[in-house]
């Protein structure tokens, strides 16, 4: 596991090799503590063999969080996405109102939801916005408190109702649990009767989200275009860094973030194949970008980046055809290869009618080639 060597010698070393000996929850919990409490993170290092070698020391304290929960996962402390979990944990803040915004946590449609009311006395109807975090669909909420202070404050400057969803989470619950989530929100929050009771201007609602997010949200206004139970029309979608196809995973985002701290590019990978299924052959598949079925090729054409990204993003990156995959794959697991998860293959008509767009170019791309606006922004660092 990551190259690493648990040695024996030493109290911690000892207690390392018990834990992956028997289950012991008492000493996996103290473990965990070890590894993730900055000042202990020297005799963690030493533990794993960097008595002898202090290079190893800087080493591990330098590992992502990504790879700290890959090394908690080896030793039989817990599923990587709970590693990742306590970072949501830490971050977490009780709704609180302020002079500005109501903030109650509630559900809609038996979903968890965080409600921001505006405070402000204005004549009129008030915007809506309806967000979905991100978080690879395994991580994240609603309360966590970067999306609490971009909620609120999003609800005080446009005076809108901002409904932040907490849909449930793989590894415990996969593809297509967390699109229904968010969907089943959307859909009762767009009820007139609903609009109604906050005072929304019905030609005023948007759905947003980030990464995962930002997927979860261009697949619900997909969708809603094939609800003839669904009245109002979404007025735009805002998808920031949205992750909006499964097939390519060697894009030049990919390659450029393939050893970044924050993201690096077998974490994505693991987000996308925990989205999907616990099942360690997809997400080894994924990785080496073997998992599309010759059955689907027809697919590639809409995530072909050499097609579709600007010259100067392109940089020296040389785009390769697909090497195909295992069918099997794609018959267990069919989610991959589905819209709801990569909103990017959906059907041109499709595509052609949804709302005002911002911003994410294969999906630029692929819209306004069929008539549709969209706006755009292109960042030259980060992202998928």
Known sequence: MCGVDVK??????????AVRRKENVKSKLMIAADIFAGQTMTSVSRAIGGGRHPEKICAFKDLSIARKAEFAEW??????????MLIT?????????????????????????????????????????????????????????PYDLLSRWTSNQLNAVVVS???????KYHFPVQF?????????FLQSSVLSQYGVDPNRICVAGDSAGGNLAAA????????????????????????????????????????????????????????????????EAMASNRHVPAEASHLFQFVNWSNLLPEELKKDHVYTSPVYGSSNLGKKYPGFLDPRAAPLLAEDAKLHSLPLTFRHKPYVENSTSRGQYITKVHYSRGGY
Not at 111 to 121: A, E, F
Request: net charge neutral.
């Open 8 to 17: 024996p010698s030493c109290p911690l070393g000892r207690r390392l090799s």
């Open 75 to 84: 030793l039989g402390l817990m599923h990587y996405m709970e590693v990742l």
């Open 89 to 145: 944990v830490t971050e977490h803040v009780p709704p609180t109102s302020d002079e500005n915004v109501t903030v109650t946590d509630t559900e809609f449609s038996n979903v968890p939801v965080r409600l921001y009311l505006p405070r402000k006395q204005l004549s009129g109807l008030k915007r809506a916005i309806l967000y979905f975090h991100g978080g690879g669909w395994c991580v994240g909420e609603a309360g966590m408190k």
């Open 165 to 171: 969803v907490n849909y449930r989470l793989a590894p």
């Open 180 to 188: 229904e989530d968010v969907y089943a929100v959307t859909k009762f």
């Open 220 to 283: 619900v206004a997909q969708q809603l275009l094939d609800d003839p139970e669904v009245k109002t029309k979404l007025k735009v979608q805002a998808l920031l860094y949205p992750a909006l196809q499964t097939l390519d995973l060697n894009l030049p985002s990919y390659q450029e973030n393939e050893n970044k701290l924050i993201l690096p590019k077998s974490l994505m990978v693991r987000f996308w194949s925990e989205y999907f299924t616990t099942d360690s052959s997809l997400r």
